[in-house]
């Protein structure tokens, strides 16, 4: 189910679609992100870094960080973030507080990135409809655990 961004509409420009996961072996334990991100004229870029020892939560926060700040960078106003955890989904709706320390200044960071960009949506999808941002969060998790 899609929601309306609470950080305002998009004026224009390119518009894309990015696939956020995050994960760690453990918790905490050998970390990474995978971001799938998609361009409305079909370009397709992926994200993916290994993260050290840190937690699931941290780890899926990274991924968002990552996907927002390649939009930021690259001229996109139009993003729909779509998210396995429903927690960071709903934190970045507004329909739960962030009461982690170690998440709060992470949530900054997107809610800052996402009214920068404009028009910023989140969506929450099963596991099974995120298989190319959970392919490189794995594959980053693995560079973890490896290094």
């Known amino acids: 189910m899609s929601q309306p961004s609470l950080f305002g509409p998009a004026a224009g420009g390119r518009s894309a679609r990015a ?12 970390a990474g992100y995978g971001v799938h991100i998609e361009l409305d004229d079909g370009t397709v870029v992926e994200l993916k870094a290994s993260l050290g020892l840190t937690t ?3 780890a899926e926060y990274s991924g968002l960080l990552a996907a927002l700040r390649w939009a930021a960078d690259n001229g996109i106003s139009k993003l729909h973030v779509r998210a396995d955890s429903d927690l960071i989904v709903k934190q970045m709706r507004g329909e739960y507080r962030v009461k982690s320390p170690g998440l709060q200044p992470l949530f900054e960071q997107a809610r800052a990135l996402a009214r920068q960009i404009g028009g910023v949506t989140f969506e929450h999808v099963r596991r099974e409809f ?4 959970d392919r490189l969060a794995n594959e980053a998790m693995d560079e973890a655990a490896a290094g």
């Not at 696939?19 to 050998?30: A, E, F, H, K, L």
Request: proline share 11%.
């Open 19 to 30: 696939y956020v996961d995050g994960g760690s072996r453990g918790n905490p334990g050998p």
């Open 56 to 58: 699931n939560n941290i």
């Open 130 to 133: 995120n298989k190319d941002a």
